[in-house]
């Protein structure tokens, strides 16, 4: 069974840094890119920072020079590291990971940007 288990979500003051972790069970997880969306309430979910399988980030123009995805293989975890957060930023963050055949969602994890 897969499982996709985030956590490192928080409250943080504009300015401030928070660093997500999603932990990847049940599946081989060197094979698979991964990515990290957000979503804030009424609003469709949308892409933050993707890695692939070999290690190369891609991340969105938003957030493009503040968040930085990363992924260590032997700890099956992928990790999204946020600086310089805003308001903006507030939004449920999610982990996901495609198969090729079914899409895994982990329970997401919130973060509150304010002062």
């Known amino acids: 069974q897969v499982q996709l288990v985030e956590s490192g979500g928080g409250l943080v003051q504009p300015g401030g840094s928070l660093t997500l972790s999603c932990a990847v069970s049940?599946?081989?997880?060197?094979?698979?890119a991964l990515w990290w969306y957000r979503q804030v309430p009424e609003k469709q979910r949308q892409l933050v920072a993707r890695i692939s399988s070999d290690g190369i980030p891609y991340s969105v123009d938003p957030v493009k020079g503040r968040f930085t995805i990363s992924r260590d293989n032997a700890k099956n975890t992928v990790y999204l590291q946020m600086n310089s957060l805003s308001l903006e930023d507030t939004a449920v963050y999610y982990c996901?990971?495609?198969?090729?055949?079914?899409?895994?969602w982990g329970q997401g994890t919130q973060v509150t940007v304010s002062s």
């Open positions: 996901n990971l495609w198969n090729g055949r079914y899409d895994f």
């Open positions: 049940g599946i081989d997880f060197g094979r698979y």
